[in-house]
């Protein structure tokens, strides 16, 4: 596996790949990375000849007060994961390679998308997303680019990108993988405390409930994420920021669920802020 | 030649050429071409083993009450100029081809750089340049492209783009090409009577004032810009929207003009908004 920190190492690499008629993938990732990152890698393995992980905390998606200083970290455990999942190269660039300079051109989408959900209380999250996975998609020029669809409202955004700048990538959504007891793999995690991970399992609890009322006909959206709030609440150190139903592709609130409907929440476990989602099928739940 | 209306056609050819080992240049235009076009075209082919032109009025860098509806087209005129000069393919989309969808995601300049200049009358005309440059460069991948330096504001918000987005293309400025008379060449010159023709031939003659005072030891923007807005004045059909001296790179105001400085303006003859400029070496003004 190559370990590539600057831009100009990457292009390179891609040029001699690209020249050899191969396809890449791109997996983006922030690192400290676990078995969701995995099975991105995984998939993209499956998908394209050469894959390519990006290993990137990105400052421009942090806002203040929030943990970019303390973000996990730990390159020499991504690389072992990588490397054993069959990537071929990550790149790893220092913040300074990646804004040479003060930055002042952003990719932003200026609708309602990265308003609601997640973007209620993190403005500027979305347009440092937007923008960092511009840059990416800029260096590595994939053919394919996959994301996990634990990140849903990034994933309803990144394709809108894609769409509206005319990016000649695929953008590939892969399922949530859980740990054994339902708890959404997240670097976050490591953040719980023992009780705290005990009772962030109200999350996937959660989405069970969700999935079991629409499964035995529910639709309606409001009592469908009142039952979900209604749960998530009987846990002391949970604290919910948000459960909300919406369309799974313009993001906007839905009162009756269809096919294809985004369930989704944020909700505190101590000072832990943690996600959880599920997409509509009437027909499971 | 090749005639191309979808993007699909474009990215096809592209890949082909690309596989071969060619390089690509691109010359993103309006249309109505001019012997200004036909530079950038000319050096494009010097540099590239391909060239693409686009060929699109970009509706989202149009203000409201601007001249969107009545900007001038004549494609069949822009083939034979295009063929003459070597082009390989010219890219000429529908509205709907390159907005199939309700844009929400633009690239946009959130610094003071698209807020001078123009930009003081032009609010959201350089977030739709960016918009659609990246969109254009998504499309084509070119190695380099190739602008004017006419544009001079546009062309510094888009060497910014490129340093921020990490896009992997060479920006090219091609000097300003003038008629016989001075008159900067422009799409818009075609809106001017036989008077006003006339009378906008104060542009590069302020040009031709601001350089021999340069020249002649004068470095004091202050004195130099207000000596062009005299002599501008002058002339009955000419208001003046801004002269101004700014920084080459970020556009920020400038007093005492120094090399690679940007000396600039935007007048009105009659109805019809010319710009022209100089960039200030000086030795020779």
Same mark, same amino acid.
């Given at each position: 596996?190559?370990?590539?920190?600057?831009?100009?190492?990457?292009?390179?690499?891609?040029?001699?790949?690209?020249?050899?008629?191969?396809?890449?993938?791109?997996?983006?990732?922030?690192?400290?990375?676990?078995?969701?990152?995995?099975?991105?890698?995984?998939?993209?393995?499956?998908?394209?000849?050469?894959?390519?992980?990006?290993?990137?905390?990105?400052?421009?998606?942090?806002?203040? /007060?929030?943990?970019?200083?303390?973000?996990?970290?730990?390159? +020499?455990?991504?690389?072992?994961?990588? +490397?054993?999942? /069959?990537?071929?190269?990550?790149?790893?660039?220092?913040?300074?390679?990646?804004?040479?300079?003060?930055?002042?051109?952003?990719?932003?989408?200026?609708?309602?998308?990265?308003?609601?959900?997640?973007?209620?209380?993190?403005?500027?999250?979305?347009? /440092?997303?937007?923008?960092?996975?511009?840059?990416?998609?800029?260096?590595?020029?994939?053919?394919?680019?996959?994301?996990?669809?634990?990140?849903?409202?990034?994933?309803?955004?990144?394709?809108?990108?894609?769409?509206?700048?005319?990016?000649?990538?695929?953008?590939?959504?892969?399922?949530?993988?859980? +740990?054994?007891?339902?708890?959404?793999?997240?670097?976050?995690?490591?953040?719980?405390?023992?009780?705290?991970?005990?009772?962030?399992?109200?999350?996937?609890?959660?989405?069970?409930?969700?999935?079991?009322?629409?499964?035995?006909?529910?639709?309606?959206?409001?009592?469908?994420?009142?039952?979900?709030?209604?749960? #998530?609440?009987?846990?002391?150190?949970?604290?919910?920021?948000?459960?909300?139903?919406?369309? /799974?592709?313009?993001?906007?609130?839905?009162?009756?669920?269809?096919?294809?409907?985004?369930?989704?929440?944020?909700?505190?476990?101590?000072?832990?802020?943690? #996600?959880?989602?599920?997409?509509?099928?009437?027909?499971?739940?």
């Amino acid at each position: 596996m190559i370990k590539a920190n600057t831009v100009s190492q990457v292009r390179e690499q891609v040029k001699k790949w690209k020249k050899e008629g191969l396809s890449v993938g791109l997996v983006p990732t922030m690192g400290y990375l676990h078995k969701g990152h995995a099975s991105l890698v995984d998939e993209a393995v499956r998908q394209c000849d050469k894959v390519v992980v990006s290993d990137f905390v990105n400052p421009t998606q942090f806002g203040p /007060g929030e943990d970019l200083e303390t973000y996990p970290r730990d390159f +020499e455990h991504d690389c072992a994961l990588l +490397e054993a999942h /069959g990537c071929h190269m990550v790149f790893h660039p220092d913040v300074s390679e990646m804004y040479t300079e003060e930055i002042a051109t952003y990719v932003e989408n200026i609708s309602d998308m990265p308003k609601t959900l997640c973007g209620k209380t993190r403005p500027i999250h979305f347009r /440092g997303v937007c923008t960092v996975v511009s840059k990416l998609f800029n260096i590595v020029t994939p053919d394919k680019a996959f994301f996990g669809m634990k990140d849903a409202q990034q994933l309803a955004i990144i394709r809108k990108m894609v769409t509206d700048l005319s990016f000649g990538i695929e953008i590939v959504g892969c399922p949530i993988v859980r +740990e054994d007891d339902g708890l959404a793999m997240s670097s976050r995690n490591t953040y719980l405390s023992a009780e705290e991970r005990k009772q962030a399992l109200v999350l996937s609890r959660a989405v069970k409930l969700g999935q079991e009322l629409i499964a035995k006909g529910e639709h309606d959206a409001d009592k469908i994420t009142s039952e979900m709030k209604a749960l #998530i609440t009987e846990m002391p150190l949970a604290k919910i920021d948000y459960v909300s139903a919406v369309d /799974g592709t313009s993001l906007k609130d839905t009162k009756t669920l269809k096919n294809g409907d985004l369930v989704a929440m944020a909700v505190y476990i101590g000072k832990t802020r943690l #996600i959880d989602n599920f997409t509509v099928n009437c027909d499971k739940g």
